[in-house]
């Protein structure tokens, strides 16, 4: 917990997991202090908390929680029930379909945006503003070590992202298949954590511009990789995601304390 009893939330800021966590954490209105840190750090800094390595790490009263579905499950335990995105009924098939994305889906289009963008300046240039001003400051000198990284953890090469847009674009494929009686959500009439997950992971190709921090947009990207974002836009399942974004992603997000690497939500 902060210093006044806040949840913190340590997170890579521009990862789509995080995403996921915040997005849930402020559905229901969670005064919470996000803690962002440069990849490689946020190692150090999430074993500290003796959750594992990864983020989002949510520190609660009760305990440290490493997984986006149980940061989801979490705040969603603090929503009247007619709020909540995970219910009685159909809690089976939620877990069952947010495992998929979170599994398989969130994984191939994180290796898809790295292995494309890692050899570009985009990495020194978006996602870093919520982080300490001296870790902004050393991500372009850490470039070559974080590309060392992102092959090693992420199975980020240039050759691989054509193989990984392949299996983004069969998630894509499953969910138009589940859309495709015109239900508005994935389970139906009511948004669930399964349309959350889908629509906050979709983020790794579909660079939206709502988000928990900047995301680079067609025009800044390029040509080629530009052609590429526009695409699965365009897709229903790309409609459906930025649908969903519009309407149920709480907006504006937190206001950034500058350069201490903590925000408020
Ligand atoms: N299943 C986890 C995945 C989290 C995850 O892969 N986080 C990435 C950031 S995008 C991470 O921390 N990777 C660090 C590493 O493996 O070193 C969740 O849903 O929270």
């Not at 947009?217 to 969903?244: I, K, T």
């Amino acid at each position: 917990m902060s210093e006044k009893g806040r949840p913190r939330l340590l997170t890579i800021p521009i990862s789509h997991y995080c995403e996921k966590a915040r997005w849930a954490l402020e559905r229901a209105g969670i005064d919470y202090v996000e803690e962002a840190h440069v990849q490689l750090i946020h190692r150090i800094v999430a074993m500290r908390t003796g959750a594992g390595r990864k983020v989002p790490v949510l520190i609660t009263a009760e305990g440290a929680l490493n997984e986006s579905a149980q940061i989801v499950r979490w705040a969603d335990q603090r929503l009247p029930e007619e709020r909540r995105l995970v219910w009685p009924e159909a809690e089976a098939e939620i877990d069952r379909l947010e495992r998929g994305f979170d599994e398989g889906f969130g994984v191939e289009g994180r290796r898809w945006m790295y292995s494309c963008l890692m050899d570009t300046d985009i990495p020194t240039r978006f996602g870093i503003e919520p982080m300490p001003a001296w870790e902004q400051r050393i991500v372009p000198l850490a470039m070559p070590l974080l590309k060392i990284y992102l092959k090693h953890f992420m199975d980020a090469e240039p050759d691989q992202a054509s193989a990984a847009l392949v299996n983004v674009e069969g998630t894509f494929d499953e969910v138009e298949e589940q859309l495709a009686d015109g239900r508005r959500y994935l389970l139906g009439d009511r948004f669930s954590a399964a349309d959350l997950a889908f629509a906050a992971l979709s983020a790794a190709v579909l660079m939206p511009e709502r988000y928990g921090v900047r995301l680079p947009q067609p025009a800044d990207l390029p040509p080629e990789l530009a052609e590429v974002v526009v695409r699965p836009r365009e897709r229903p399942a790309g409609r459906f995601a930025a649908r969903v974004v519009a309407e149920e992603r709480p907006w504006p997000s937190g206001s950034l304390r500058a350069a201490t690497g903590s925000r408020t939500h």
